[in-house]
């Protein structure tokens, strides 16, 4: 009987340590995002964002990969999908503008529940009784976390929650193209299509950076964005999903800790309980679809 690859535990710790290191990437990026709309608007840090991400994969991936770098299947899919992430990085910079950190992140962390919802409702997707009580608890610990007519007002406080909902669509079609696409081709068109759209906007929104600190703090954005998301893709290769996912969660720690670093900001009672709540309800829809998913394994004739 063939024994398992004696690798593999060694590869998983390092998908885990890639995945936590791309978690507090996007904490600082989202942290720096909120910082620097202060002093230039914010499409002018999305421009960045995309940008930066464009030019850095084509200079290190197309050196080694040629064009096989550009080549798909889904021109169009491409397109759709960069501009959906494009869409989530927009929303979620504006709404950062309006609410603490930890709590922005927190309502992201409700995206898998959302594409639970989508699933269903779209997909045709049958969903068990007890993920349906999952998703409903986890949207109320995002009201907890939002609380509409509190400190977030107006339409502000919906913004969140409209980012989450065009992530889940990304992330939908993330997950159907990544069964034919090169996961360093779509990284690529990701940047691409991002830069490209958001050039559109930038006449009517650019104004001169105020120093060389400010100029620094938006290559930043670029950078956490660029290397998180190339961090997430090796993570993925090394392990599978279902491991990975609970520590995803770590990236609220991350917001909550940069944004007293930064900020001086602590979660109220309310929005503690909002946070555990959203953790709890998508630890256990986490575990739930691993479970679903394990399947009895053949073994190998000796």
Not at 73 to 80: A, G, K, S, T, Y
Not at 122 to 143: D, Y
Not at 177 to 205: C, I, K, N, Q
Request: some cysteine; overall charge positive; aromatic content about 12%.
């Amino acid at each position: 009987m063939a024994e398992p690859p004696r690798y593999a535990p060694a590869q998983a710790a390092l998908g885990i340590a890639f995945l936590v290191l791309a978690t507090a990437f996007f904490a600082v990026l989202d942290t720096t995002v909120k910082y620097v709309g202060a002093f230039v608007p914010v499409l002018m840090a999305v421009w960045f964002r995309y940008a930066f991400h464009a030019v850095l994969v084509t200079a290190v991936m197309l050196p080694m990969r040629g064009r096989s770098l550009v080549k798909t299947n889904h021109p169009r899919f491409q397109v759709l999908r960069g501009s959906l992430l494009l869409a989530v990085s927009a929303i979620s910079f504006v709404a950062l503008q309006y609410m603490p950190v930890g709590e922005f992140t927190a309502i992201v962390m409700i995206t898998p529940l959302v594409v639970t919802l989508l699933a269903a409702l779209f997909l045709r997707e049958r969903v068990p009784p007890l993920r349906w009580v999952l998703v409903f608890g986890g949207f109320a610990g995002a009201l907890l976390v939002v609380q509409p007519g509190g400190d977030v007002i107006g339409w502000a406080s919906l913004l969140p929650l409209v980012m989450v909902f065009t992530y889940a669509w990304f992330q939908i079609l993330t997950s159907k193209m990544a069964r034919t696409e090169d996961p360093m081709t779509m990284h690529f068109y990701t940047g691409w299509v991002g830069a490209l759209v958001a050039s559109l906007a930038l006449p009517f929104v650019w104004q001169a950076i105020p120093d060389m600190g400010t100029f620094a703090l938006l290559c930043l954005i670029g950078l956490m964005g660029t290397v998180g998301h190339f961090l997430l893709i090796l993570a993925f290769k090394r392990t599978q999903a279902s491991t990975l996912t609970p520590y995803l969660y770590g990236q609220i720690g991350f917001a909550m800790f940069c944004g007293w670093v930064v900020f001086g900001h602590v979660p109220g009672q309310l929005e503690l309980l909002g946070i555990a709540m959203i953790v709890l309800c998508g630890a256990t829809a986490s575990w739930l679809t691993a479970r679903d998913r394990r399947l009895p394994v053949d073994q190998p004739e000796a």
